[in-house]
C-alpha cells in the first residue's frame, strides 16, 4: 500500500447542465439541472442538493427513434456547422402524447447552452432542402406540431415567426437564428 500513492476515481454521468431530472421528496417533481459540482466531502450535487435525491427520467423508445432518425437524416446539417437537438418529452393524460422539438443553430461559443444570443445568423436556404426532405420523411410517424424560426430583424433584434408546412418552400431566402421543428404522436403506454 505504500507504493500507492493515489486512486482517482472516474464516475461518467449522462446528465449535462439544461437536462430534466425528477427530484422532490418523491422524486416525482421535473426539476432543471443549472449546476453540476461537488459538495465539501467530494459528493456530486445538482443544484446544490446531492445527486441521489434525483432520478434520470428514461426516455421513450420514440425519443430514440426520432433521435436516430435526426442524427441519420440531417447528418449534413452537422458536418456543415449546424447543431441540431432533440429535445421535448411525453406528455402524460388521456391519450398519452409524445411532444418532441428539433432545433438547428450554429453556436458562436461551444461551451454555453443554446439561446438565440448564442447564435450565429444563417440563412434558410443554407438549411431549406434538408428541412423540407426531413419533414417530408419524418410525417410518416409523426404530426408536425409546429415550424418556427427566430429570425434576424435588424441589429441586435430578433423575431419568432411562425410557418405552415406549405409557406416553407417558397417563403424566399432570409437571414435567421434557429429553426425549430415541433413534432407530437399519441401513443399506447409511455413505453411507446
Not at 432542402?129 to 409546429?146: A, Q, T
Amino acid at each position: 500500500m505504500k507504493h500507492l500513492k493515489r486512486i482517482d476515481e472516474l464516475i461518467k454521468l449522462d446528465i449535462k447542465v439544461g437536462d430534466t431530472l425528477l427530484g422532490g421528496r418523491f422524486k416525482n417533481k421535473k426539476t432543471v439541472v443549472k449546476k453540476i459540482s461537488k459538495n465539501d466531502k467530494g459528493d456530486i450535487t445538482i443544484n446544490g442538493k446531492p445527486l441521489l435525491k434525483y432520478r434520470i427520467i428514461k426516455e421513450s423508445n420514440s425519443y430514440d427513434r426520432l433521435q436516430e432518425d435526426v442524427d441519420s437524416y440531417l447528418a449534413h446539417l452537422t458536418d456543415s456547422g449546424f447543431k441540431v437537438e432533440v429535445g421535448g418529452s411525453q406528455l402524460i393524460g388521456n391519450p398519452i402524447k409524445n411532444n418532441y422539438y428539433i432545433r438547428i443553430w450554429k453556436q458562436k461559443d461551444t461551451s454555453n447552452q443554446y439561446h438565440y444570443s448564442n447564435c450565429i445568423d444563417f440563412k434558410w436556404s443554407d438549411i431549406e432542402e434538408e428541412i423540407l426532405r426531413f419533414i417530408s420523411i419524418i410525417e410518416e410517424s409523426w404530426s408536425i406540431d409546429y415550424l418556427y424560426a427566430i429570425i434576424k430583424k435588424g441589429e441586435g433584434t430578433t423575431d419568432r415567426r411562425m410557418f405552415s408546412k406549405e409557406e416553407l418552400s417558397n417563403v424566399g431566402d432570409f437571414s435567421l437564428k434557429s429553426f425549430l421543428i415541433g413534432l407530437v404522436k399519441e401513443v399506447e403506454s409511455l413505453d411507446d
